[in-house]
């Protein structure tokens, strides 16, 4: 299904609500192909697919570490739980 | 019969008494010895009893020995139920091991080793228990509250991999792919903490994951 990006000032902004839109279904753990995804987006087939393929890819390393130790903080890494600015 | 030991002794040993262990009077350290001496004699003629298969003999033997060997254990378990369980155990062992006892030594030193060895063994694997507990039926959402230098090491280790997912990406990309991108954390929440513009994080965002697909072919 084609998207309507007259909402949108420029096809970019569609494309990356497109991407926000399967990052929040993979949050969910939804995690729908990439193809069957982008049959939705043909317009942005070819440059959302390696950004998706990257974005499940770096998921499943992460979702990986997170299994093996619940306590992993990403905002702890980045110094960003305690100041709330980088250090 | 066995009689309590005398004010300001240091361990709780009972002093004999009754005929040749009632000298009644009060004990100084050369009836004491004279006593031992006369008990070793005793205790080493029962032994041989025993090893000749007199098992009334044996009896003799845990009468006369027995607090020694309870004080031992209690002493090192500090708990009634432990030690009786510990002291049946030892004079199996005691008994057992009769023909390797030698007569020219004191029978209650011999046999309180044992109570010591049994006492040592069933206290390293007391303390081994909770570490056991603590692996098996801790709840998982307990873990995390729980920090010691094992936890220090594997939370380091956890985030070390983690960085190492995105490690050819600028800090900024860094960031926003595993806070983002991962840990589900809001480019507006983003922009708080780090002091940047939401749209510059998304971008990061979009940027950091094409370096990775790019570098992944």
């Given at each position: 299904m084609a998207l309507d990006c007259s909402g949108y000032s420029t096809p970019c902004d569609a494309e990356l609500a497109a991407m926000e839109e399967y990052i929040a279904l993979l949050h969910k753990g939804t995690e729908p192909l990439v193809e069957e995804f982008l049959k939705g987006y043909p317009q942005f087939a070819e440059s959302l697919r390696p950004v998706l393929e990257a974005a499940v890819m770096v998921n499943h390393k992460y979702r990986k570490i997170k299994a093996r130790y619940p306590a992993l903080s990403v905002k702890r890494l980045f110094g960003l739980d305690a100041a709330g600015h980088l250090p | 019969m066995l009689g309590s030991g005398p004010a300001g002794r240091r361990d709780n040993r009972p002093v004999l008494s009754g005929d040749?262990?009632?000298?009644?009077?009060e004990p100084r350290s050369g009836v004491v010895n004279k006593e031992r001496t006369v008990i070793a004699v005793f205790d080493a003629e029962a032994v041989a009893r025993v090893l000749a298969g007199d098992l009334e003999a044996f009896a003799e033997l845990v009468e006369r020995h027995d607090r020694s060997i309870w004080a031992c254990l209690h002493n090192i378990v500090g708990n009634a139920e432990d030690t009786r369980d510990l002291k049946a155990e030892c004079w199996e062992s005691i008994f057992v091991k009769l023909r390797e006892y030698d007569p020219s030594r004191d029978f209650r030193k011999w046999a309180v080793g044992f109570a010591r060895k049994l006492g040592c063994a069933a206290l390293r694997h007391r303390k081994s228990l909770p570490r056991m507990v603590g692996i098996e039926f801790v709840p998982e959402r307990r873990l995390p509250t729980v920090s010691g230098p094992q936890d220090e090491h594997e939370r380091l280790l956890a985030e070390e991999e983690a960085r190492a997912i995105v490690a050819p990406l600028p800090r900024e990309q860094q960031m926003a792919v595993l806070c983002?991108?991962?840990?589900?954390?809001s480019y507006k929440e983003l922009a708080r903490l780090t002091g940047r513009k939401p749209g510059t994080i998304q971008s990061d965002y979009r940027r950091g994951l094409e370096t990775l697909r790019r570098l992944r072919e």
């Open positions: - | 040749v262990r009632n000298p009644a009077r983002h991108g991962c840990d589900g954390m």
